[in-house]
């Protein structure tokens, strides 16, 4: 059972990568504030550019796939059964404790706040928690992530789906790409390209759910590539690459949105983040930065913060708005977000990972 690592919930042997992903998660957090009183594409100014919650979305797949990397260095496939057992605990049990806080403000919502937001002037898309129905497909795809649809209880978690079904199939991955002979290799890896470019001219590639599935696959591929080829990439980690790591990331900030392919976009997002974690690795000044004590916070955080902020973004803006003024409660919903994501890290991440490593007997 110990070829399966038993990595940390808050500490690992690359602690600056949990810094990352919990400044990527406040920037969500910062673009849903934003999105409530604003058309979405509106912050695309250099000076809005912590609002960049879509760049969250592609760092968190190649963090995932650089730290499922590590995680899966000495795997066997006899201890699969294992790894999804422990992905399992790691993702469901906070997952379900913010949907049932969903449903539970949303039935509380309807029954005492329904008629509050009338002279607010919110985007669209902020009532489509209220407008939730409780129908077949909402139990299917909230509770098994086995598909996408059906999350208005929390719009954020789309990426969750993707989240599972690639980490399921992650090993396999990791096996093909890296252990298996060469030949073997070369024509996946063309199989997969033909494939993507098959599905990008039939315009499924990056809008239906399942072809996705190989879309979303390539950055958990570059986060592969990342933890496998770290030594040789030593040489894109210093101030310049940084800096260049930086453009790439807010890249349609810089430019104010003149980008219009999606697939563009995030192509060079993508490479912005190759860039920032090989530097989080390997460039001593950004790790100092990175491992400042609010940002470790954030980062130990950042999975429970994700979850929680939408639901308590949707219910507080019900049940406050017309008691505080829409600045003041913005910073009411981060404050509040912060506390329950903390409380649910201690209450319910650590203890289910730990849980699971007593089942496996760690």
């Known amino acids: 059972m110990a ?44 000076w809005w550019f912590f609002c960049a919650g879509h760049e969250a979305v592609i760092l968190f797949f190649v963090l995932s796939g650089f730290v499922l990397s590590h995680q899966l260095r000495l795997f066997r496939f006899e201890h699969y059964h294992q790894f999804v057992f422990k992905r399992v605990m790691r993702i469901y049990p906070a997952y379900y404790a913010a949907l049932l806080f969903s449903g539970i403000m949303l ?40 598909t996408h649809e059906g999350s208005s209880l929390n719009v ?52 239906d759910q399942w072809e996705s599935l190989l879309y979303y696959a390539w950055y958990f591929m570059l986060g592969m590539v990342i933890y496998h080829y770290q030594p040789w990439l030593r040489k894109a980690a210093g101030c310049c690459w940084l800096i260049l790591g930086v453009l790439l990331y807010f890249c349609n900030y810089w430019l104010c949105g003149w980008l219009s392919s999606r ?64 600045g003041a409660l913005k910073v009411i919903i981060f404050i509040t977000a912060t506390i329950v994501a903390t409380i649910s890290y201690y209450a319910i991440e650590k203890p289910a990972v730990r849980f699971a490593n007593r089942i496996l007997g760690r």
């Open 156 to 207: 954020a978690v789309w990426s969750l789906y993707f989240e599972m079904w690639l980490s399921l199939a992650f090993p396999l991955l990791l096996w093909l790409l890296f252990r298996a002979a060469k030949p073997l290799r070369g024509a996946i890896l063309a199989v997969l390209l033909l494939g993507s470019v098959y599905l990008w001219f039939s315009g499924r590639f990056m809008d």
């Open 263 to 326: 697939l563009v976009q995030e192509l060079i997002i993508a490479g912005g983040s190759f860039l920032l974690i090989v530097n989080a690795i390997h460039f001593p000044s950004f790790q100092q930065v990175l491992g400042g004590s609010l940002l470790k916070f954030y980062g130990k955080i950042s999975y429970s913060l994700y979850l929680f902020h939408l639901p308590l973004l949707y219910s507080l803006t019900y049940i406050l708005a017309n008691r505080v003024e829409i």
């Open 3 to 46: 070829a399966i690592t038993n990595h940390k919930l808050d500490s690992h042997k690359y602690p600056a990568l949990d810094s990352l992903r919990g400044i990527a998660a406040v920037m969500v957090i910062f673009q849903h504030l934003w999105e409530m009183s604003y058309p979405s594409d509106d912050r695309l100014r250099p």
């Open 107 to 146: 039935v509380v919502v309807n029954h005492h706040f329904a008629g509050s937001l009338s002279n607010l002037n919110l985007q669209q898309w902020f009532y489509i928690w209220s407008q939730t129905t409780f129908d077949k497909t909402l139990w299917l795809g909230s509770l098994t992530l086995i």
